[in-house]
Structures are given as structure tokens and as C-alpha cells.
């Protein structure tokens, strides 16, 4: 049984930082691909950022690059999301997700496992 479990989510202030963490509980066999998926009130959820089981590869949405940076580490089976200058657009709820996968997937439709998501909320 395969758990996503996001955190970090809260409040920030434009202009600051914020850093979520997705753990993995029930580890998959293998590689596992991982990503940060967002979605805003009124829009289409959109990725915001992926990586490969290895870390060699990431995925960034382009409009993000300068601000988004993603990693993780798999001895503590965790994945981050790291924000940086945040503004009022990133407000949204920010989903973990994953899938059995040794190379880099960049869609939501790509993942198998999800968890519940947290929210991040930019305020002025």
C-alpha cells in the first residue's frame, strides 16, 4: 500500500520562501518517478515540477524555473519542493505524486499515486 504524504503547506507572505516535503510510505518496487502538481482555484491542475528516481533528470514548467527547485532524497524515501519568491499566483493546493517509472514523466496523467495535497496560500 502506496502513501503520499505531503507537508510544509501554510501561509507565506509575497516575496518569501517556502519548502513542502512529500514522503513515501509503502515504497513501490523499483524506480519511482516523482512530481509536484498544483492547481488554483478556477484553473486546470498544471505540473510544477518532476524528477526521475535517480535525481539525474528534473523537469521544471518553464514559467516556474526561476523560482521552483526540486529534489529529493531517496534514503528518506522524500521528496522537496522548494519556493522561492512567492507571489500571489501561487496560491493553489500543491499535490505529491508518483509512478513506477526508471525515466522522468511530466503529466498528471502519467502518475498512478497521489496524496491529498496541501495548501500553500500567498498573501500580500
Known amino acids: 500500500q502506496v502513501q503520499l504524504v505531503e507537508s510544509g503547506g501554510g501561509w507565506v507572505q509575497a516575496g518569501g520562501s517556502l519548502r513542502l516535503s512529500c514522503t513515501v510510505r509503502g515504497r513501490p518496487n523499483g524506480a519511482y518517478c516523482m512530481g509536484w502538481f498544483r492547481q488554483a482555484p478556477g484553473k486546470e491542475r498544471e505540473a510544477v515540477a518532476t524528477i526521475s528516481w535517480n535525481g539525474d533528470q528534473t523537469f521544471v514548467q518553464y514559467s516556474l524555473r526561476n523560482r521552483f527547485d526540486i529534489s529529493k532524497e531517496n534514503a528518506k524515501n522524500t521528496m522537496y519542493l522548494q519556493l522561492s519568491r512567492a507571489n500571489l499566483e501561487d496560491t493553489a493546493v500543491y499535490y505529491c505524486?508518483?509512478?513506477?517509472?526508471?525515466?522522468?514523466?511530466?503529466?498528471?496523467?502519467?502518475?498512478?499515486?497521489w496524496g491529498q495535497g496541501t495548501q500553500v496560500t500567498v498573501s500580500s
Open positions: 505524486a508518483a509512478v513506477e517509472a526508471t525515466g522522468l514523466a511530466t503529466v498528471s496523467r502519467q502518475f498512478d499515486y
